[in-house]
Each structure stands twice: as C-alpha cells, then as structure tokens.
C-alpha cells in the first residue's frame, strides 16, 4: 500500500495509474508490441509514466473543475506520483516474472 503526502497526490496518483493500465490494456496490437518490447528499458518508462501523468492531468482538471481545480493540483506531488507509478512498474512486472 502506498501513502502519499497528501489527498491530492493520491488521487491523481491513482488516475495516473488507471491511464498507465489502460494504455497496456487497451492498446492496438502494434502498440502493445512497442509497449511490451521496451517494457524493461527504464528511459522508454519514463516517458510512458509522463503520458499518463499529463493524460491525468486533463482528467484531474475536469473531475476537480468545481472544487479549487488550480489549488488541488498545486497540491500534488507529480514527483511522488512518477516513482509511484515508475515502483509499480516494476513490482507489477516482477510479479508476472514470478508467476511463469
């Protein structure tokens, strides 16, 4: 389980998280190729975990519209959130090692 500094961070983290899943999930054959032939090399995650935290960003902006968008998302830790989802990465893909 994951803790963040604030309520904030966690919720976009998970938003960030649900993008990063749906971009494996949902993905056309082709990309889920790119996706699953880099998928150990730590640059070409890097910039996958920036697409979903700026895809997130979008989402938060709309969800949070009503409710002080611009001071939630000054609130949110987007260093906290990128080695959350970067550390996930990597235990989600040690698990899926472990289990063959």
Known sequence: ???FKNES???FFGMSLQIYSDMFNLAD???RRLI???VMDP????RLTGLAIS???KCFQNLAREENTEEKLAEVDFREVKQALFKTHYEMLAESLLCR
Request: net charge negative; with cysteine.
């Open 29 to 31: 054959d082709e990309t």
């Open 36 to 38: 699953y032939t880099n």
């Open 43 to 46: 640059d070409f995650i890097v």
């Open 9 to 11: 961070t966690g919720v």
């Open 55 to 57: 895809f997130a960003e």
């Open 1 to 3: 389980m994951l803790c």
